[in-house]
């Protein structure tokens, strides 16, 4: 038509692209496109606008940006004739989305096009709106779609319908808007209205509960009309597939019934004898068929309970699971997962089946049985299925091992029987995927060890025995150094042997050369090496004779680049050869660890948490009172994450030993109180949990006398002077010994005082539980008069829990001759982190009269 | 609902996509990058779904090319796999047995056409017949806007002869 355009064709300009051999080739005719196009539209080009948009399109597709050509789009479609609008409605929908705010401007030009004399260009206007409208949009044309709803022409209304469920979706509260002309739509013969008026129905009861009662109470029978007629129908060409008519309508139609169903007997009652038909009638050999029976099985189960059909459904998905099909095979998994809250039982039967599954080449389907299996495993299927799984695991590909092995641990943790099996899966978890275990899981299986003392010589033996095989697996590397560290006695001396072990014969020596070996391996990481040196000091006061050789290893990491490292090798050095009289009591072994503080911890940041069998109440012989044990967590605990220092004279030693890489643990509440920091400590060097041992006595004393800052600068000095450290050690050696506290006391506080009444609280906590606190309260009277009909009652916020014991009276002597105490129990859920908080109102009698007073108590020790 | 719709040949190269959700610009070539990994990547005998950041990418190859669409957990993945064979045969009886070229240099035909197939992520129409005959109006309509316009221009160009 110009004949002065130099434009290219769209045609040339996409062989010319294509002629391109290298990406920079491509860069450079892309790029002297672009700078054609945009001279275009600077000079306003009329006549090539739309070829300028169609080439904008294709580069945009290659993923070159093409922003600037976005208003060339609002101009085509504002001009009058339909090849400029069709060409511009389609580059709006390409080249922008709902986000950009250049789409506010084409609203007008859309609204005109809504009502253009031109049904396709209504049509062209109805498509777009579907599928980029914004909210804003919406609000502004959700008048002239609804009308649009009844044009003359069904394949405008079909649009308009789907027009609408994109504007309801973005302004629900359109929604009612539309339930009346929908209504019209379901009684349409036009397939095409038919399809999308029941989409849109479906996506209305979605968003609006009274459209829902609607549909459900005027349409149900009609909608049970069309589907029979449909199933029912003769051969129609035109919408045949595979021998089934319209199977796009069946499942519509089928979906719209599973919500109308849903939980209302009555509809559920009227759609049954066609979900019947359709599910024994529809032919299965072909994929359409499949989709219509997997449509109609997925409503049966939705919709209120009638047995035979539910029988008939899982028959249909048992079916499908033998079918050969993959496809098949994974929406009867897919489904099947559904069904397993409807008929469990019915699931199991295909338990076999599904195990195999989980072997399938197909990573899809592994991955959906892995998942239904995982539902499907309970307290007695756990060992056979368990099983399947770890043998599983030898053989499976690296993509799917990280999935299966997080499975089977999280199995193995919910549904162990006994301690001695969970130890053994575990091990063998360790051995074969090791490297995918997560860093809880082996926490876990650690505490779990340190409470099994029957099977603390089996755990290490077995350990040692992997180790030796295998010493690929990170994790398992560690829990096995660390179990040598602490047990390494039990492992030469094969003591606590267990029938069904072989016996082993491993030297002192022997256990030395693993651990070293675990600290030279290039693979290990920090994390490794840190423990290894740790199991290293505690095995050098186990094993005497390998004392030296302990030594030298130690010493090779004097010079380590890596400061953890360095500064453990210098003080574990210092320990072995200078302080021979407290290194036994430094290095005892561990206490129990304490399942639930360490099962609480997990609680909140997974949802499976380790089995915490009850029985084994953590008692420490000589009194060291239990909320101390979530440090020793924490001392395994070898994130990163770990909260800044707090300065409590604990952590200076924790340091000395702590695993924590960051210099401090998470203070669990018990470093703060000045005495509490004792028990820390105790526990940290495990000294307490020996009775009558001479030595011991020497560390306490080092903790109590050291005031609380003191150790702090020494910590800071460690690393400069090591000797600094060793130092401070000596010189609060022969301090008078003190006996151990018989557990953190909190003191007692007035909880609440007025110019009648004083309340005061006295605390304790039991051991193991540190998030709860026992609270003792006991009210005195400051006035002449006798207090009657006395009620205290107590409110705290959600973190907390409370209960209360009843009183020990109701009456309160005047003038403080006599008391009433009453006990509190709060759980505090968000233990270390908030302080206890309570709100409390005390009602009483004074000559009859009735006294409220209220008030709040927030001075609480900080770490109840 | 259908989330996007993408074609992708065997060489990685996109051939056309459509977003019925909002994706920026960025997220939609990272999507295409990450399923063309994990989608040309499937042998020829195990199933067509893949699951994929909490949704399910239904694909399906003819040739050289790949159809997938993206849907919900909850949707049927069986229909959607009728639905992209519906959408083929509707490829092909437009341009008549239709190629990867077809699509390369009338891309924006096979829009048209998706269009007509879907709409806001949900299917439109299920008799093909319907579908060819709009879109073949359509055309007719352009075809007529044009030679109105060469007439138009003869015209001006006889008159300013």
Same mark, same amino acid.
């Given at each position: ?11 040339? &300009? ?26 275009? +539209? ?34 085509? +479609? ?14 709006? &929908? ?39 409208? #914004? ?108 021998? +089934? ?32 038909? /359709? ?55 897919? $489904? ?10 019915? *699931? ?65 943790? @919910? ?61 398992? *590397?560690?829990? !096995? ?36 070996? !675990?600290?030279?391996?290039?693979? #290990?990481?920090?994390?490794?090496? #840190? $423990? ?20 030298? +290893? ?23 050869? @200078? ?24 609680? #909140? ?53 702590? *695993? ?60 400069? !002077?090591?000797?600094?450290? $060793? ?98 129990? /709060? ?23 009735? /006294? ?13 | ?161």
């Amino acid at each position: 038509m110009n004949p002065f355009s130099s434009g290219t064709r769209l045609r040339d &300009m996409i062989r010319a692209i294509r002629a391109c051999k290298t990406a920079a080739e491509e860069r450079a005719v892309v790029r002297k496109e672009c700078a054609a196009i945009r001279a275009a +539209i600077n000079e306003n080009d009329q006549d090539y606008r739309h070829r300028n948009l169609a080439k904008l399109m294709f580069i945009h597709m290659l993923g070159y940006p093409t922003h600037f050509g976005q208003m060339e789009c609002l101009k085509l +479609i504002a001009s009058p004739g339909f090849p400029e609008k069709r060409i511009g409605y389609l580059g709006l &929908m390409l080249l922008l989305d709902e986000r950009q705010e250049v789409l506010m401007l084409v609203t007008n030009s859309v609204k005109q096009d809504l009502n253009h004399t031109n049904q396709y260009i209504v049509g062209l206007a109805l498509c777009a709106l579907g599928n980029i409208c #914004s909210a804003e949009m919406a609000r502004d044309l959700a008048p002239e779609v609804e009308r649009l709803l009844q044009f003359r022409d069904p394949n405008i209304r079909k649009k308009a319908a789907l027009c609408s469920i994109r504007i309801i979706k973005k302004v629900p509260d359109l929604a009612e808007n539309f339930i009346n002309p929908v209504a019209a739509l379901l009684k349409e013969k036009h397939h095409g209205v038919l399809i999308t008026g029941v989409q849109l129905c479906t996506d209305l009861c979605k968003v609006s509960p009274e459209a829902l009662e609607y549909f459900r109470k005027k349409c149900t029978d009609g909608l049970v009309r069309t589907l029979r007629d449909l199933v029912n129908s003769p051969y129609a060409p035109e919408y045949d597939i595979a021998g +089934i008519t319209d199977p796009f309508l069946h499942i519509r139609l089928l979906k719209l019934l599973r919500v109308l169903g849903r939980g209302d007997a009555d509809a559920s009652d009227s759609m049954n004898d066609i979900l019947a038909q /359709v599910a024994t009638k529809t032919e299965s050999n072909k994929n359409a068929g499949n989709a219509i029976l997997y449509e109609c099985v997925e409503t049966i189960m939705s919709i209120e309970d009638n047995g035979g059909l539910r029988v008939l459904a899982i028959n249909i998905l048992g079916r499908f699971l033998s079918n050969r099909d993959n496809n098949i095979r994974y929406v009867a998994l897919n $489904m099947l997962m559904r069904a397993i809250t409807v008929d469990a039982q019915a *699931v199991q039967r295909h338990r076999a089946t599904i195990l195999e599954c989980v072997k399938d080449s197909d990573a899809s389907i592994r991955k959906r049985a892995l998942e239904l299996v995982y539902l499907l495993v309970n307290e007695s299927n756990v060992k056979p299925l368990t099983k399947e799984l770890v043998d599983y695991l030898e053989v499976s590909d690296q993509d799917f091992k990280g999935d299966l092995t997080a499975k089977v641990c999280s199995i193995i943790e @919910k549904f162990s029987p006994e301690k001695s099996w969970y130890i053994d899966q575990m091990l063998k978890v360790l051995t074969e995927a090791g490297n995918f275990v997560k860093d809880e899981v082996w926490h876990a299986l650690v505490v779990v060890i340190s409470n099994a003392s029957d099977l603390h010589g089996y755990t290490v033996r077995a350990l040692f025995r992997a180790l030796q095989t295998t010493a690929e697996q990170e994790s398992l *590397v560690r829990v !096995a150094v660390w179990c040598i560290g602490e047990y390494g006695d039990l492992l030469v001396s094969n003591a606590g042997m267990l029938n069904v072990e072989d016996p082993i014969t491993v030297t002192e020596s022997d256990a030395v050369d693993i651990v070293e070996s !675990a600290i030279k391996r290039h693979a #290990s990481d920090l994390t490794t090496k #840190s $423990m290894a040196l740790i199991a290293l000091l505690k095995l050098s006061s186990r094993f005497p004779s390998c004392s030296g050789r302990i030594k030298d +290893i130690v010493v090779q990491h004097k010079g380590s680049l890596v400061l953890e490292l360095q500064q453990r090798s210098l003080e574990f050095n210092s320990i072995i050869e @200078k302080h021979q009289n407290i290194r036994s009591a430094l290095v005892e072994r561990m206490p129990v660890l304490d399942e639930a503080t360490f099962g609480g911890r997990r609680a #909140s940041s997974l949802p499976n948490t380790v089995s915490t069998s009850s029985g084994t109440a953590v008692k420490l012989p000589n009194g060291v009172a239990k909320p101390s044990a979530a440090p020793l967590v924490d001392l395994l605990d070898l994130s990163d994450d770990v909260p800044a220092p707090s300065s409590s004279g604990g952590d200076f030693l924790q340091d000395l030993l702590g *695993v924590n890489l960051p210099p401090a643990t998470q203070s669990e509440g018990t470093n703060q109180t000045p005495k509490a920091g004792t028990d820390v400590l105790l526990d940290l060097l495990s000294i307490g949990s020996t009775p009558a041992q001479d030595n011991n006595l020497s560390t306490p004393d080092i903790l109590s006398s050291g005031q609380d800052n003191k150790p702090i600068i020494a910590s800071l000095d460690l690393l400069a !002077a090591p000797s600094n450290m $060793m130092d401070l050690l000596d010189g609060l050696g022969p301090a008078p010994p003190k006996p151990a506290e018989n557990g953190p006391a909190y003191p007692s506080i007035v909880a609440f005082e007025s110019s009648s009444l004083r309340l005061t609280f006295n605390f304790s906590k039991q051991p193991g539980n540190p998030q709860t606190t026992m609270i003792s309260g006991s009210f005195t009277n400051l006035s002449s008069n006798l207090f009657t009909d006395f009620v205290f009652q107590a409110a705290v916020p959600k973190f907390l829990q409370l209960h209360l014991d009843p009183a020990s009276g109701n009456s309160l002597p005047a003038s403080g001759n006599g008391t009433i105490t009453q006990s509190l129990k /709060v759980t505090n859920s968000q233990h270390g982190k908030k302080p206890l908080v309570m709100r409390l109102r005390i009602a009483y009698k004074v000559d009859g009269k009735d /006294v409220l007073e209220e008030g709040q108590i927030n001075n609480f020790p900080r770490d109840l | 609902m259908i989330h996007f719709v993408l074609l992708i040949s065997r060489q990685g190269k996109v051939r056309l996509t459509k977003w019925y959700s909002p994706y920026s610009q960025k997220e939609r070539s990272k999507v295409i990058r990450e399923l063309s990994g994990i989608v040309l990547n499937r042998g020829p005998k195990l199933c067509n779904f893949v699951e994929w950041r909490g949704h399910r990418v239904v694909y399906r190859r003819y040739a050289g090319l790949y159809f997938c669409m993206c849907i919900d957990e909850a949707d049927n993945e069986l229909e959607v796999l009728d639905i992209i064979h519906h959408f083929v045969e509707i490829l092909d009886r437009y341009f008549g047995s239709v190629c990867e070229l077809d699509l390369i240099f009338n891309f924006h035909k096979a829009y048209y056409i998706l269009d007509e197939v879907l709409i806001a992520g949900e299917f439109q129409e299920s008799s093909k017949r319907t579908i060819i005959r709009l879109l073949s109006t359509h055309d007719s309509m352009v075809e007529m806007a044009k030679e109105e316009a060469t007439s138009i221009g003869n015209m001006i160009a006889q008159v300013t002869k």
